[in-house]
């Protein structure tokens, strides 16, 4: 440690026991200190540490250099507060994580290219650029901070230039402080797909004349910033976030009950991004002082350039105090302007202390240039002409969004294949009074993506998708985002095959899936129907339709419809229908004379969940969810809801005319928490349950309200081996209606009574009020399904050991091989 040069050059460092330690407060810190890696070897284990003290000590100067190095399962931990006048680089490094590292004396499993635990940065610099990093485990971080990290006088912190594959997130900090004139940069690195650039998890403040700079960075992710935690800006400082493209996701994503003050002095710069469904997730300076300034515009949100206060607003962009304009520059949004003298042709004029492009307050560590560009991909053919379809080809192997400016795409019998095919439907750049797209006949195959990508402010007078016919073999069909008024997406008679895990960027997906989305909404008059298609799974845990991130939501006289479908689901774990919700939304929200419908649909094979329902459900004012007609074999639930289920203001659930083959081993429909209801019917009748060990509980409830309840629960002739009552765990305050086969139809057991003006003399039919639609009279009419006929609806390459009772909800019935 008394050594003031240390050079390790072509060195191999391999095993979990070749750990090297520098104690940098034990080295002769009166004179300079260097150490460097060159082209050496860490592999299994291995890693090297730079150990501080509990205060950064004074130096001459310490210089580290790690460059031309090659990580197998590996790390650079930096830990504590490092002596003043550090210079560290680490820099041209291939990695591959497929092993945690755990460091001595750590309880940490270390998943990450550098770690930094606890550490403090004064008057010093840390460079990691040129990195080329592959994880094989999908909760990596590239770069990982534990604890605080702190960087003051005028310390600089910059990662650029790095490319990471398969991590979560580019950098997770615990807690991030930046005073001082102090700088974190993280510039022009990519990732190809994965959760987030910056993961903040408990609090950030950027203090003094500081600045925190996430640009230039692209990558298919769900958000560039997570925001787990507050926020704090004050003091003359800046966040500039310019010139990100972060695919199908959002800038800047804050969870609930997260705080972002700023004060009046501060400025944040949101210029020249791409971004999916929506910009910010949630407005960020809800909380600001007055006379702060926010400089946004020239940004791009699904394939939508928004240009105005408006459109910025309506993108969950607010509080905006300059609208920037595209190709144009000024001080104080481009720069940091306490020390910018001018802009001249967008070029920042930096006053003394002012270093960098755009006049940082700290040092811009020196660095290798940015590594070559990669071979441009194959050109794709150009989108026919309107009334034309792209036709009978195999497309190149691309990542590419279509749609800008047209309202007609057609694709027939094209074939799709790879896992670096992606095709993107931007409806946000569509046109027209009305826009079609469709895909007919069309084989998606071996990783390949189609995500149709919605925005509720498309310029489109009404929107129609139709995706028929199609062969999704593991591949995926992605419906995703807030879709315009008077959209219709038919998805009919297709067959999907999974056998593996499936993964799109921006989509967290953790089991394989056949449609899988991060949200979907319709509403004014919108459809989504998904009918008489084949699903089709060989792995377990799987699910059909999964809502992986934010909820299913359905309002102002739309529906949601899934019938007629065909379920070979493989293991017996598998979920059908997964809405998985959030922390900040529900799993599903029905409103205002909408309707969910699942009906007709044949599951051959066991399963765990018909449908699971997260989180939260909400179906309020006039809308219905109805499940009717499905036929199954045993599961362990079929309608299950995690979180409370809200029923409000005349509206209908209908769980009736089901068969379950075997009986449920818990309930057929179980509600995990509460239910409440206000003028509101729970309907569950006519199901039937042929074979099982014990009499199935049909409905199950385990608590009360928590709100006066004065809507109705109504349970009629549900059997058990065609005669034997089923039966009922509900809290009595419910003071539920339980009917057995022999009494009267009641009106709520077969019609919505909010649209209904009387049944029939037995009850069981009804008679539709004006707005009432259909047999059940429904707030909506639910789309019939397209005929099957010349559909391929046939049962292939399965094994069937349970007993399976052919046309059930279909006209076809073939089995081959």
Not at 633 to 640: E, K, L, N, P, T
Request: hydrophobic share 40%; glycine share 10%.
């Amino acid at each position: 440690m008394w050594k003031t040069h240390h050079c390790y050059m072509g060195v191999t460092f391999s095993g979990v026991g070749a750990v090297l330690t520098f104690f940098l407060d034990s080295m002769p810190l009166h004179f300079p200190i260097n150490i460097t890696f060159t082209r050496c070897t860490f592999r299994e284990g291995a890693a090297v540490q730079f150990v501080g003290g509990v205060e950064a000590s004074d130096s001459t100067g310490v210089l580290i250099r790690v460059s031309q190095t090659v990580m197998r399962s590996s790390v650079v931990a930096f830990i504590r507060a490092l002596p003043q006048r550090c210079d560290i680089a680490i820099t041209e490094v291939d990695a591959v994580q497929s092993s945690a590292v755990q460091l001595p004396h750590t309880r940490i499993n270390i998943l990450s290219v550098v770690l930094l635990q606890n550490v403090l940065l004064s008057a010093s610099t840390l460079l990691v650029s040129n990195v080329r990093a592959h994880s094989t485990k999908r909760d990596a971080y590239g770069l990982y901070s534990t604890g605080t990290l702190l960087l003051v006088g005028g310390s600089s912190l910059y990662v650029r230039y790095c490319s990471f594959d398969g991590y979560m997130h580019l950098l997770y900090v615990h807690r991030l402080i930046v005073r001082d004139h102090s700088v974190f940069a993280l510039l022009n690195n990519t990732m190809a797909s994965g959760t987030s650039l910056l993961y903040q998890k408990h609090g950030l403040g950027v203090s003094d004349h500081s600045v925190l700079r996430v640009v230039g960075n692209s990558g298919s992710l769900s958000y560039a910033i997570f925001a787990d935690d507050s926020w704090t800006v004050q003091q003359s400082s800046w966040l500039d976030w310019r010139d990100n493209e972060v695919g199908v996701g959002a800038m800047l994503h804050e969870i609930e009950f997260t705080s972002f003050a700023m004060d009046g002095s501060s400025v944040v710069t949101l210029t020249g991004c791409k971004m999916g469904w929506i910009g910010l997730s949630v407005s960020p300076l809800s909380q600001a002082d007055a006379g702060y300034r926010f400089f946004a515009g020239c940004l791009t949100v699904a394939g939508r350039v928004l240009t105005t206060a408006a459109e910025l607003e309506l993108n969950g962009i607010t509080n905006v105090t300059t609208v920037a304009v595209c190709g144009e520059c000024t001080r104080d949004g481009d720069c940091f302007a306490p020390l910018t003298t001018a802009v001249i042709d967008c070029r920042c004029q930096c006053a003394a202390g002012g270093h960098g492009d755009v006049c940082v307050p700290a040092p811009v560590p020196a660095g290798p240039p940015p590594p070559p560009s990669p071979p441009p991909p194959p050109v794709p053919p150009p989108v026919p002409p309107v009334g034309e379809c792209l036709s009978d080809m195999v497309y190149p192997e691309v990542v590419q969004a279509v749609g800008s400016g047209l309202s007609w795409l057609c694709y027939r019998n094209v074939t799709f294949s790879g896992g670096g095919m992606s095709l993107t439907v931007l409806v946000g750049a569509m046109t027209g009074d009305v826009a079609n797209v469709t895909f007919d006949g069309c084989t998606w195959r071996d990783g390949a993506v189609l995500l149709l990508l919605g925005n509720a402010h498309a310029a489109v007078g009404s929107l129609n998708i139709v995706v028929t016919g199609n062969t999704f073999s593991d591949a995926l069909l992605s419906p995703e985002g807030v879709f315009p008024p008077h959209t219709n997406i038919t998805i009919s008679g297709n067959r999907f095959t999974v056998t593996r895990l499936i993964l799109r960027p921006g989509l967290g997906l953790d089991s394989p899936s056949c449609v899988a989305m991060n949200v979907l909404a319709i509403s004014n008059d919108s459809a989504v129907v998904l009918s008489s298609n084949v699903f089709q799974s060989v792995t377990t845990s799987s699910s059909a339709i999964h809502i992986v991130l934010f909820e299913l939501r359905v309002s102002w006289h739309s529906v949601f419809a899934v019938m007629g479908n065909t379920f070979h689901m493989a293991g017996g774990n598998g979920t059908l229908m997964y809405l998985k919700g959030s922390r900040n939304s529900p799993s599903l929200s029905v409103l205002n004379n909408s309707a969910v419908v699942i009906r007709g649909n044949v599951v051959t094979r066991p399963v765990q969940y018909f449908i699971l329902f997260r989180r939260a459900l909400g179906v309020e004012s006039h809308s219905a969810v109805v499940f009717q007609g499905n036929e199954m074999q045993g599961s362990s639930v079929v309608f299950i809801s995690g979180k409370s289920f809200n029923l409000y203001y005349n509206s209908w659930l209908h769980l009736s005319g089901n068969l379950c083959r075997v009986s449920p081993l818990r309930a057929f429909a179980f509600f995990y928490h509460r239910v409440n209801l206000r003028d509101s019917t729970v309907s569950v009748s006519g199901n039937q349950f042929i074979f099982g060990t014990d009499t199935p509980t049909v409905l199950r409830i385990s608590t009360g309200p928590n709100e006066p309840t004065n809507g109705a629960i109504v349970a009629a002739c549900n059997t058990v081996y065609g005669d034997e009552e089923a039966k009922y765990s509900i809290p009595s305050v419910y003071n539920a209606i339980i009917l057995t086969c022999n009494d009267p139809c009641i009106l709520a057991t077969s019609c919505f009574p909010a649209y209904t003006t009387t049944a029939s003399s037995d009850g069981c039919a009804c008679t539709c009020a004006e707005g009432g639609h259909g047999d059940a009279c429904l707030p909506v009419a639910v789309p019939e399904p397209p005929s099957t006929d010349g559909a391929d609806l046939c049962v292939r390459d399965v094994r069937v050991d349970v007993e399976v009772n052919a046309g059930f909800g279909t006209s076809v019935a073939c089995y081959v091989g």
